[in-house]
């Protein structure tokens, strides 16, 4: 792409002398100084900045955490107790870390909509969006080995189902599970391995966020309109739009964020999890972190074990292919009303299959709707069955076939000449007739 | 490289690169090792995995006592002559993984169960004296297992592992993770 920013160019003399030797002034210039954006981008783009804030809050939180914790069976359920309880604002910082685990998600998956929604994933930006999705992957093992080194009840039965995993691997799973778990099944040495592969994960994670970052700043931002930059007029700088933007955003958020922390900083939790966990009985009823309830949900909605799996992590695996199974040309779904349709329907799906990660879903789904018509039975388990059973189906099927059909057979509404021109047509409307300048002040 | 001109002899060449690659491949796979088999079991995970001994005798009839091997649940069911009955009896259209429950007891001591204790599904506990015919259930996702434990009702595809183990003193107690008795380790 055309680069349009200002060049930077230092007048001290000191700096000047670092500058030829290492620029890397002039790199945090040109990246988050003067990089342009286009001038259209609007609130769903101050996700990432708030991933950003979500990121560096966890690693501060849990290096916090990391010095009161002591892994092991015998040991962390009780160091997790003692920094709730004897450590100075031990309870409110593993709050942060906690429920920050929750706010992080939650920006994920704005972040992950805005690119569905506006087609971010497209041409130019597949590297861009299959990177994103790595980092996803790398986020939901983070917050799995967290929840899991606490080791309470819900830790282990998480631990104990994930793990499983390893063992339906053909010919190879039972030694594949040994030397993943460093044992017979999950025991001190699998929880101390995961603490470590805890510590160790979200430092990977900050290096895909630079090569993200890198790959971003190539390719430039996708925006409303979905058509490219052409012209300095399409954009405007980082500083002081976008970063002030940005801010706005992340305020909002932190807010409800510290709202949590502070006054609900069990809600999003099981009370079960507050006790030590037992290898030798589960709890009653076992639900993961309500963002991981979509997948469980998959996961259980599948009788076969091998293919629930499949299905499981195909749920996140499939974005990858997004840029190939959409064939359309126009980008933002504002021009493409079918698709914009189907994605709708999607979200309502995974929202749906959250929400059946509450409930209990066994048996055999069609005979209990039946059941439940006929002569008025309660919506059981197996009604749920159905229903988790249908979600997915959605679930999957937006991505094949209908992505495809519809990218081909849809035809777009007319998209704007320029981000510019696009910019220009949302511009608030004034009551009293604007005078000229409203337009000519908008050029940076 | 064999079209560099100043090489006159190219066979040499391609032999030193494809040696020296060839070693230090070898070198990196060496290197590998220690950290590839520091992940699986240590020293103590295997020797706190040794074959463990139950007393049988304080396990009443229709109990279900658990106990861990190698960290892994095992349930010893003392089944009582109503639960052996209907074990034999199960017709295999009600199994999804049919097996004589014959060959899941040791001859002569049908009166015992032993099973690995989770789940085949994703390895929930399961809950004894429950179910359909009275074996166990999981908590989890609903699954089924008869008093052989094996499978009624999915999602579990198999039925409950039976571990490797022998009575001894004449039948007053087991010997877990041994196939005969005088198997040492
Ligand atoms: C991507 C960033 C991270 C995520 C998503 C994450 C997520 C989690 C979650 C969900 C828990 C369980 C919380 C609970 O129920 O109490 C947890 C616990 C823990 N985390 Fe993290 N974490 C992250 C980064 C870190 C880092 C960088 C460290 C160390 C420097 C760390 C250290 C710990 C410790 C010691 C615990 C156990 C104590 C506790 O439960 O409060 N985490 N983490
Ligand atoms: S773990 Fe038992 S049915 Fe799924």
Known sequence: MQDFSDKWV?????????EDR??????????????????????????????????????????????GYVPGTATAFDSVVHIDRNVNYGELIRSMHANGASFFFIAAYFHILRGM???????????????????????????????????????AAAATVITSVFKAVPLVGETLYEYAMGGY??????????????????????????????????????????????????????????????????????????????????????????????????????APEWYFGPFFTILR?????????????????????MPWLDRSPVKSARYRPVYRFFFLTWVFSALVLGWLATKSTDGSGVFAWIAHIVSGSPVDEGCYKLLAQLATAWYFAFFFPILPIVSLLEKPK????????????????????????IVQSQQD | MTDNPHDDNPRRRDFLYIAT???????????????????????????NGAPV???????????????????????????????????????????LDPQEDSLRVKEGHEEWLVVFGNCTHLGCVLLGHEGQHGGWSCPCHGSEFDTSGRVTRGPAPSNLPVPDYVFLDGGTSIRIGVSSPDQTV
């Open chain 1, 10 to 18: 230092p007048t001290n003399r000191v700096i000047k002398w670092i």
């Open chain 1, 22 to 67: 290492l620029p890397i002034l002039g790199l945090i210039y040109s990246s988050f100084i003067a990089f342009r954006v286009p001038r259209n981008i609007n609130y769903w783009w101050t996700f990432g900045a708030v991933l950003l804030v979500m990121l560096v809050i966890q690693i501060i939180t849990g290096l916090f955490l990391a010095m």
């Open chain 1, 117 to 155: 929604y506006y087609g971010s994933y497209k041409a130019p930006r597949e590297i861009l969006w299959i990177v994103g999705v790595i980092m996803y992957f790398i986020m939901m093992g983070t917050a799995f080995l967290g929840y899991s080194i606490v080791w309470g009840q819900m830790s």
């Open chain 1, 185 to 286: 099944a999950v025991g001190n040495p699998t929880v101390i391995r995961f603490y470590a592969l805890h510590f160790l994960l979200p430092f990977i994670l900050v290096g895909f966020t630079i090569i993200h970052v890198w790959a971003l700043h190539v390719v430039a931002n996708n925006n409303p309109a979905g058509v490219e930059i052409r012209t300095r007029r399409d954009t405007l700088p980082f500083w002081p739009y976008m970063i002030l933007k940005d801010l706005v955003m992340v305020g909002i958020v932190l807010f409800i964020y510290a709202f949590v922390v502070f006054f609900l900083p069990r809600a999003l939790g099981h009370a079960i999890n507050y006790i030590p966990a037992d290898l030798t009985v589960s709890p009653d009823h076992i």
């Open chain 1, 301 to 321: 909605a599948i009788d076969n074990t091998m293919v629930g799996i499949i299905a499981m992590f195909g749920a996140v695996g499939i974005l990858v292919f």
């Open chain 1, 414 to 437: 007319p998209v704007p000449a320029s981000i510019a021109e696009d910019a220009v047509a949302h511009l608030p409307k004034v009551k009293t007739p604007p005078q000229a300048p």
């Open chain 2, 21 to 47: 690659g060839v070693v230090g491949a070898a070198g990196v796979c060496a290197g590998a090792w220690p950290f590839i088999s520091a992940l699986g079991p240590d020293a103590e995970t295997i020797a």
């Open chain 2, 53 to 95: 001994d139950v007393n049988l005798e304080p396990i009443a009839e229709g109990q279900i006592a658990k106990v861990l091997w190698r960290g892994r649940l095992v349930f010893i069911r003392h089944r009582t002559a109503e639960e052996i009955q209907k074990a034999k009896d199960l017709p295999v259209s009600a199994q």
